[in-house]
């Protein structure tokens, strides 16, 4: 049974520009990136998507409102994180992703919106049906011929709040490396000349090489499996509220009992393994 919940007021998205922010100097010029081999994976050539709340504040300064903040921020981010300006697109000889840089026609898409709603007659979107959800993210795709891999979009509401819609591929970074170019982007807007962690790429030295006569694992399709329920939009969401004592216990009991004396464990590892 699913527990989405449809907005039961009209709900008019509007939006006004978009536009390519570009790092605010020279970048390195490469003429490709390579990719890890976990990241040429097909199954992770999709695009993700998210979105960021935040409430209202009382405002009037224009270097403060919110489109204003995050292209700025963008655009000193993307000094450090360069990449995210670049165009993804499939070899054809081997069909292996790769990244081109440094070019002219680089930047991230960023777009301006308005909306003619305050943000608390949308529960600020909790459970939110993904129709409605869908008008404040930013429209990226997967393409054959090439596609950018990071687009950011600002969503205005009346109250003063606004949504940072956020759309990645995934063969360009999972969600802990979303979470480090996020926190990096929120430190920028906050007034700070960098980010706290500032990324490296070296995904060349990811790469598996072949060894002679290596062969790719054969999976017959008749035994791949398919149900007849999917794809579907009927998800259950559940909420699990996990207290920080409880955190810290499953660490100790983990290393205690897996003889983890010289390693560490992270929250989401610990979480991940009991649920």
């Not at 709900?11 to 536009?19: A, D, N, Q, S």
């Not at 962690?197 to 990811?206: N, S």
């Not at 790719?216 to 398919?226: E, L, M, N, R, S």
């Not at 205690?256 to 929250?267: A, G, I, R």
């Amino acid at each position: 049974m699913s527990i989405q919940i449809s907005s039961s007021i009209p709900l008019m998205v509007e939006k006004k520009l978009t536009e390519m922010v570009k790092p605010p100097k020279h970048i390195p010029s490469h003429d490709t990136l390579s990719l890890s081999t976990l990241d040429n994976d097909p199954y992770n050539e999709v695009i993700y998507k998210a979105c960021y709340v935040f409430k209202g504040r009382n405002v009037v300064d224009d270097d403060n409102q919110p489109e204003y903040l995050v292209r700025e921020a963008l655009s000193v981010l993307l000094g450090y994180y360069y990449p995210l300006s670049g165009t993804l697109k499939r070899r054809e000889t081997d069909r292996k992703l790769q990244l081109s840089c440094g070019s002219d026609g680089g930047g991230v898409a960023f777009t301006v919106a308005t909306a003619d709603a305050e943000l608390h007659t949308l529960k600020y979107l909790e459970n939110i049906d993904s129709d409605t959800a869908l008008k404040f993210l930013p429209e990226l795709q997967v393409d054959k011929d090439g596609y950018p891999p990071f687009a950011l979009q600002v969503t205005n509401f009346k109250c003063g709040g606004f949504i940072l819609g956020v759309a990645m591929s995934h063969a360009m970074c999972d969600g802990y490396g979303e979470g480090h170019i996020m926190c990096a982007l929120t430190e920028l807007a906050g007034g700070k000349k960098k980010p706290t962690v500032t990324p490296v790429w070296e995904r060349e030295r990811l790469v598996v090489r072949p060894e002679e006569n290596d062969k790719a694992p054969f999976v017959p399709g008749g035994d791949i499996a398919a149900s007849p329920d999917l794809p579907t939009d009927d998800w259950v969401i559940e909420k699990i509220n996990i207290r920080a004592e409880s955190i810290r216990k499953l660490k100790e009991t983990t290393l205690k009992e897996c003889d983890f004396s010289n390693e560490t464990v992270t929250t989401f590892e610990v979480i991940g393994a009991y649920l």
